[in-house]
């Protein structure tokens, strides 16, 4: 099989939690360019709109699911969905996620409430999207984790604790799962840097180029560029492909070197 071939999902149909805009959006479309019909999961419907017009636009197949992450029977009624109109899941991209109300907090001035608010999100929403995929999925199918990389290395992260720490749990998440799903399964997790979707710009204050100048000074990024979706929507056209066939239980970290 020629090198590109491998990168093809002709054939596939992918499930993306949280496709309705930013990166969940370049998720979408990148691998509808890669030739897979697509399961458009929101909580808000309108969101998904245009992006199934642009899938639409590519030639490709989708369907739109109103879909609460949190809720596992939200989730199970996701997953039937996608079953009963393509036949099968062979793509299953657990994307939503993020701060809840748009604001980063030191963990010792998280109140218990707004901590489970983040984990429920960010991590319970994770695990019920890897259980749900796991039961519906074909084999040789792909699970992949949108991670962040605030979890790297483990690191602290003094002003995000609550957020690093649910992104932190999934990556333990993804390579467990990896084991325990193996070899039907392939499980793996993407991690994007700074990217400047509209809660990245809501939790770091950026929306004037003077806010984003001073932003750039403290988060030195050796490639001197943010990142964009279709980075993150290249990483996952990889890890769901063929070329990635014998990688399992890893996190790829996008963001440009930080």
């Known amino acids: 099989m020629a090198i590109l071939d491998l990168f093809q999902l002709k054939d596939d149909v992918a499930v993306v939690t949280g496709a309705g805009k930013g990166i969940g959006k370049g998720i979408a479309i990148a691998l509808a360019e890669a030739g897979a019909d697509l399961v458009l999961a929101s909580r808000t419907e309108k969101d998904l709109v245009d992006v199934q017009k642009e899938i639409s636009n590519i030639g490709k197949k989708s369907i739109i699911v109103p879909t609460d992450v949190t809720n596992p029977e939200s989730m ?11 036949g099968r899941i062979t793509i299953w991209v657990n994307n939503a996620g993020g701060l809840p109300d ?3 907090r030191y ?6 409430e707004e901590f489970e608010a ?5 991590f319970n929403a994770v695990f019920n999207g890897c259980v749900t995929a796991a039961k519906n999925m074909t084999e040789g199918g792909s699970i992949i984790n949108i991670s962040s990389r605030a979890s790297k290395n483990m690191s602290g992260n003094l002003k995000n604790g609550p957020y690093a720490a649910s992104k932190s749990a999934v990556n333990s998440l993804t390579a467990t799962l990896s084991l325990e799903l193996a070899p039907k399964i392939r499980v793996n997790a993407v991690a994007p840097g700074p990217i400047p979707t509209e809660n990245f710009k809501d939790s770091m204050n950026m929306h004037t180029e003077e806010q984003e100048e001073q932003l750039k000074k403290h988060i030195p990024i050796p490639l001197q560029r943010w990142g964009s ?7 996952v056209v990889y ?5 990635s066939s014998w990688v399992t239980g890893q996190c790829i970290y996008i963001d440009g070197g930080i």
């Open 118 to 122: 983040q984990v429920n999100l960010n």
């Open 76 to 86: 199970e009624v996701l997953s039937q969905k996608a079953v009963s109109e393509f």
């Open 102 to 104: 748009g604001t980063p």
């Open 107 to 112: 963990l010792t001035r998280t109140s218990m």
């Open 239 to 243: 890890m769901a492909s063929k070329a």
């Open 229 to 235: 979706p279709d980075d993150i929507g290249a990483a």
